[in-house]
C-alpha cells in the first residue's frame, strides 16, 4: 500500500465537510457554466437567492496545498 499524503488527505476531508456543511452545494441545482479552457471546467450550484460559482483546474502541474485550508 502507497503512502498517503496529510496534506492532500485533509485537504479532502475538509472538501467534504465543506458540501455537507452548505445546504447550497448539497442540495443547489447544478448550471453548468460555458468552457473558456480545455483545463477548467465551471458550474455553478443555486439554491433560492443563494450560488456558488466553483471553478476546477485540470492542467498537468504541480500545485502546493496549504497546511491549513479551512
Avoid: C
Avoid at 447550497?24 to 450560488?51: M, T, Y
Amino acid at each position: 500500500m502507497s503512502s498517503i499524503n496529510p496534506v492532500l488527505w485533509k485537504f479532502y476531508q475538509n472538501l467534504i465537510l465543506l458540501r455537507r456543511n452548505s445546504q447550497v452545494l448539497s442540495e443547489g441545482k447544478l448550471v453548468n457554466l460555458k468552457r473558456l479552457s480545455p483545463h477548467v471546467i465551471s458550474f455553478e450550484r443555486k439554491l433560492g437567492a443563494r450560488s456558488l460559482t466553483i471553478k476546477l483546474d485540470f492542467k498537468a502541474r504541480e500545485v502546493l496545498l496549504p497546511e491549513k485550508l479551512f
